[in-house]
Every structure is written in structure tokens, then in C-alpha cells.
């Protein structure tokens, strides 16, 4: 069973950087594309970056496009989300997301459907 841990949210004044961790045990991390959600406050989570298995590939929400990049290390297991010129309306709970079934780790995927493991998030703010 794939289990995923995220780390590294906090409280950041506007226009500060983060970079979120998440590390994931099992054997085939190096299969998985792997994804990035994030859920306001009274809000829908929403897709924020995708990044295919081998790291080759990503896409990203146009609100974060240009700030925050997705990454992957599939020797240590984990992948990134280093966010910059961070404002108060990234504030919100950050998930990562693997597709663990079938053999697609070679797309992009934005849908949370396609994401079958989820990690518990970490809270990332952003005051103004």
C-alpha cells in the first residue's frame, strides 16, 4: 500500500517562497505521475501541478503558472512544489496525489479522479 507524507507548509508573508515535500513509500514511486491539489476554505480542491514519472513532463494551473514549479527525486521517492511570489489566495490545505493503477505514469493529469492515493495535506498560508 502507497502511502504519501507531505511537509514543509507554513505561514509566509506575501510575495515569500515555499517548497513542499512529498515522500512516498513503496517500491515503484518511479511509475507514478504524480500530482499537486490544493482545497480553500468553502472551495472545490483544485489542480495545481502534474508532473509525469519520469519528471520529463509537467503542467500547471494558470493561476501558479510562472511561480511554482512541480519536480520529482525518484531515487529519494519524493516529489516537490517550491512556490514563489506566493499571495493570499494560494492560502489554502496542499495535497499530493499519485496514479498508482494502470500505465499511464507517462501522462499529465489534472482530473483528482485520476489520482488514486492522496497524502493529508499541509496547511500552507499566505498573508497579505
Known amino acids: 500500500q502507497v502511502q504519501l507524507v507531505e511537509s514543509g507548509g507554513g505561514l509566509v508573508q506575501a510575495g515569500g517562497s515555499l517548497r513542499l515535500s512529498c515522500a512516498a513509500s513503496g517500491r515503484t514511486f518511479s511509475s507514478y505521475a504524480m500530482g499537486w491539489f490544493r482545497q480553500a476554505p468553502g472551495k472545490e480542491r483544485e489542480f495545481v501541478a502534474s508532473i509525469t514519472s519520469n519528471g520529463a513532463n509537467t503542467n500547471y494551473a494558470d493561476s501558479v503558472k510562472g511561480r511554482f514549479t512541480i519536480s520529482r527525486d525518484n531515487v529519494k521517492k519524493t516529489v516537490y512544489l517550491q512556490m514563489n511570489s506566493l499571495k493570499p489566495e494560494d492560502t489554502a490545505v496542499y495535497y499530493c496525489?499519485?496514479?498508482?493503477?494502470?500505465?499511464?505514469?507517462?501522462?499529465?493529469?489534472?482530473?483528482?479522479?485520476?489520482?488514486?492515493?492522496w497524502g493529508q495535506g499541509t496547511q500552507v498560508t499566505a498573508s497579505s
Open positions: 496525489a499519485a496514479k498508482t493503477r494502470g500505465y499511464g505514469g507517462s501522462y499529465l493529469y489534472s482530473g483528482p479522479a485520476n489520482y488514486d492515493v
